[in-house]
Structures are given as C-alpha cells and as structure tokens.
C-alpha cells in the first residue's frame, strides 16, 4: 500500500517539475520566466520527494528551488528551502554537509534583515551537530549570539556565549573558553544580572586552576570580590576561597579534600571531571582524621553527595 502511495507522490512530483520547467522557458513572445509559477510548482514537487521519502531529490530540487527564489530576490524563501535542503541531508546522513546548508541559511537570512530567524536558527541547529563536530557547534552559537547582540537581546546573548564556552571547554580549548567566559561576564555586567555573574567567574577561576596559574585565579577572585558586591555576599565564595587557599599553599591532600565538596561536584559536569583529576584516593586514615572538618555548606548543595570518582575520565573529550 505504501509502495503504491509513494509511486503516486513521485509521478505527481515529476509532473510538477516538468510542469515548472515549463515556466522557465523562453520564447520569442515570453522574453522572461514565470519565476512565480515554477517556484510554485517545484515547491509542491518538493513536498512531493519529501512524503514519498525520496530524501536525495527533495534535496537536490530544494537547492535548485533556492536558486529560483534568491533570483527573483526573496532571501528568506531561499533561506527556507535551503533548510528543507538541509533537513533532508541530515536524512541520508551526510552531517557535514547539512551543516553547510543550515550555515546558508542563516547567510540568507541575515541579507533578507531576518536577524531574528537567523538566530533561531542558529541556536537551535548547534546541539544536532556537537557529536560530529564542536567546533560547528560554537562557530553556530557565536553567529547566534553576535545575531542577538545586533539586535540588543543581551541576556540571549550571554547565554549563547555561555554555550559557545561549554562546547570549547569540552574540546579542551582553555583560552577560546576563557575568552568566551569574559565575554560572558562582560554582557552580563551590562544588563547588570549579577546572580548569573558568580557562576561565570567561578569557572573563570577554575580554567586558571587547570593552567596551572593559582596566581591569576587569585586575581578574578579578588576582583570579583571588589568589583561584585553580589559575589562577596554569595554563599558559595567561601568554597571557592578554601580552594583557592589550598592551591596557594600547594597542598595537594587539602586540594583533593575540599575539590570533593558537594557544590563542586553540582556545576557544569565538564568542570566536575576535570576537577576529579585532583582527587586523590582516600585512605582509611584520611577519612578519620577527616570526618569531622566540615566544608561550608548551603541550602543549594546541602542534599547533594560527593559523586563517585572514574578511573577512566582522566582525558578531554
């Protein structure tokens, strides 16, 4: 039955495209194409392949469909069958170049003045392609976020710099991270959303630490302090502040003792691994004599426990 239903969608897909090529002939009495007309009939073929799930022509016809439309000078239709082109990549399975097509997309709509669709886009296309490609993925959070920037939407902004920033930490990009983590900071000052702020510097503070450099993590520490009155006042400082103190005097047993506090290990779970590797095993002993040395807690945290360490997340993904 199906079989049958799909034979009826593609010779009806075929009529419509010869019915569309037909419309873009010329003659000595019809000087121009019937743009409109054969747009009209390939999009309804295109609908056509797309049912009868022949992916590769849907494909092929909506790039051509595309053509069509940027020449009669509407971007944003283009910008659409560029994204069915895209969709019905991603059907066959072909990733990188579906990601081209979305990247296109977004081009188009940018030129059309759809800054706002072409944001939407973006955002929403990075997470299919972090799998086959982070660098993708933050190359389409940054043009999302630069898109909303433009369009003076800071707080989507801050959140898509963010996001840019826990995709380059997972490729174990430091500086592109913390780069994009000062950028953060900074359009958060501006909206003054000094509640998100904390959470930012401590993983400013904490890709210091993996550098290496107790001495600059000190720095952030110490300005937020004096720059942030919300962060002073934060109930998590004083975690952050015993770690710091911890790196300062290169205790290596006092560094894994307060690394396992429950708030360390409730934040971003790429930070939660990389904080493990300074973790040591705990003796018989160590747990004696530390059983009573309570970290500060907080409500936020109270109810959390100390997840368990894996031999075997030593590496960046």
Request: glycine share 2%; proline share 3%.
């Given at each position: 039955?199906?079989?049958?239903n799909f034979?009826?969608?593609?010779?009806?897909?075929?009529?419509?495209?010869?019915?569309?090529?037909?419309?873009?002939?010329?003659?000595?009495?019809?000087?121009?194409?019937?743009?409109?007309?054969?747009?009209?009939?390939?999009?309804?073929?295109?609908?056509?392949?797309?049912?009868?799930?022949?992916?590769?022509?849907?494909r092929?016809?909506?790039?051509?469909?595309?053509?069509?439309?940027?020449?009669?000078?509407?971007?944003?239709?283009?910008?659409?069958?560029?994204?069915?082109a895209?969709?019905?990549?991603?059907?066959i399975?072909?990733?990188?170049?579906?990601?081209?097509?979305?990247?296109?997309?977004?081009?188009?709509?940018?030129?059309?003045?759809?800054?706002?669709?072409?944001?939407?886009?973006?955002?929403?296309?990075?997470?299919?392609?972090?799998?086959?490609?982070?660098?993708?993925?933050?190359?389409?959070?940054?043009?999302?976020a630069?898109?909303?920037?433009?369009?003076?939407?800071?707080?989507?902004?801050?959140?898509?710099?963010?996001?840019?920033?826990?995709?380059?930490?997972?490729?174990?990009?430091?500086?592109?991270?913390?780069?994009?983590?000062?950028?953060?900071?900074?359009?958060?000052?501006?909206?003054?959303?000094?509640?998100?702020?904390?959470?930012?510097?401590?993983?400013?503070?904490?890709?210091?630490?993996f550098?290496?450099?107790?001495?600059?993590a000190?720095?952030?520490?110490?300005?937020?302090?004096?720059?942030?009155?919300?962060?002073?006042?934060?109930?998590?400082r004083?975690?952050?502040?015993?770690?710091?103190?911890?790196?300062?005097?290169?205790?290596?047993?006092?560094?894994?003792?307060r690394?396992?506090s429950?708030?360390?290990?409730?934040?971003?779970?790429?930070?939660v691994?990389l904080?493990k590797?300074?973790?040591?095993?705990?003796?018989?002993?160590?747990?004696?004599?530390?059983?009573?040395q309570?970290?500060?807690?907080?409500?936020?945290?109270s109810?959390?426990?100390?997840?368990?360490?894996?031999d075997?997340e030593?590496?960046?993904?």
């Open positions: 039955m199906f079989n049958v034979s009826a969608k593609i010779k009806e897909a075929e009529e419509h495209i010869r019915q569309g090529e037909k419309y873009l002939k010329t003659s000595f009495l019809k000087w121009k194409p019937d743009l409109d007309s054969a747009i009209d009939e390939f999009d309804k073929a295109c609908t056509c392949y797309r049912v009868a799930e022949k992916y590769e022509k849907c092929d016809l909506s790039l051509r469909l595309a053509d069509l439309q940027i020449q009669k000078g509407t971007p944003f239709f283009a910008a659409k069958s560029y994204e069915q895209a969709q019905m990549t991603q059907q399975q072909d990733l990188l170049t579906a990601s081209k097509y979305y990247d296109r997309a977004g081009q188009l709509y940018v030129e059309g003045g759809y800054r706002d669709s072409a944001a939407i886009l973006y955002e929403r296309c990075a997470p299919q392609f972090q799998q086959l490609n982070r660098s993708i993925s933050i190359d389409f959070y940054l043009k999302a630069r898109l909303a920037e433009q369009e003076e939407k800071l707080y989507q902004a801050a959140d898509l710099y963010e996001k840019a920033a826990m995709q380059a930490i997972r490729m174990g990009n430091y500086q592109q991270t913390t780069e994009l983590l000062e950028t953060t900071t900074n359009t958060l000052t501006k909206l003054e959303r000094f509640d998100r702020i904390n959470r930012v510097i401590l993983y400013r503070i904490l890709l210091k630490l550098n290496d450099d107790s001495v600059a000190r720095n952030i520490f110490d300005q937020a302090c004096q720059i942030y009155p919300t962060f002073d006042r934060w109930e998590e004083d975690h952050i502040e015993l770690l710091l103190d911890a790196f300062d005097q290169d205790d290596k047993d006092l560094i894994s003792q690394c396992q429950p708030y360390f290990m409730a934040i971003e779970p790429e930070f691994r904080i590797r300074w973790i040591r095993p705990t003796t018989k002993t160590q747990t004696t004599n530390n059983i009573n309570q970290q500060p807690t907080t409500s936020s945290t109810g959390i426990k100390p997840i368990q360490l894996d075997d030593d590496d960046i993904r």
